[in-house]
């Protein structure tokens, strides 16, 4: 069982800054693949980054590509989305997931924390 609880989300201004963190507790967190998946009020819920169980491998969405970093602590069982250059459309709830398979398919996933909400103003 992993539990996930995300943080750090906020109102910012278009071309700010941002750092997500999730902290997770579980056993066997350090060998799971961790996305960060976002959704926008009236959206289906989409994928934005992906890092192995390693950390050797990520993977962005398109629409993030170069903007936003994934990152992980294993020591701490935390995980991170460092966001930059935000953009109003980037507003939405954000999540972070765990599985056993690195993918950015959100129905891959068997575990998700709360989300925290990032409002990026124009």
């Known amino acids: 069982q992993v539990q996930l609880v995300e943080s750090g989300g906020g109102l910012v201004q278009a071309g700010d800054s941002l750092r997500l963190s999730c902290a997770a507790s579980?056993?066997?967190?350090?060998?799971?693949?961790v996305g960060w998946f976002r959704q926008a009020p009236g959206e289906e819920r989409e994928f934005v980054a992906v890092i192995s169980w390693s950390g050797r491998y990520t993977d962005y969405a398109d629409s993030v590509k170069g903007r936003f970093t994934i990152s992980r602590d294993k020591a701490k069982n935390m995980v991170y989305l460092q966001m930059n250059s935000l953009k109003p459309e980037d507003t939405a709830v954000y999540y972070c997931?765990?599985?056993?398979?690195?993918?950015?398919?959100?129905?891959?996933?068997?575990?998700w924390g709360q989300g925290t909400q990032v409002t990026v103003s124009s």
């Open positions: 997931a765990a599985d056993a398979q690195y993918s950015a398919n959100r129905r891959q996933y068997d575990y």
């Open positions: 579980g056993r066997t967190f350090s060998s799971y693949a």
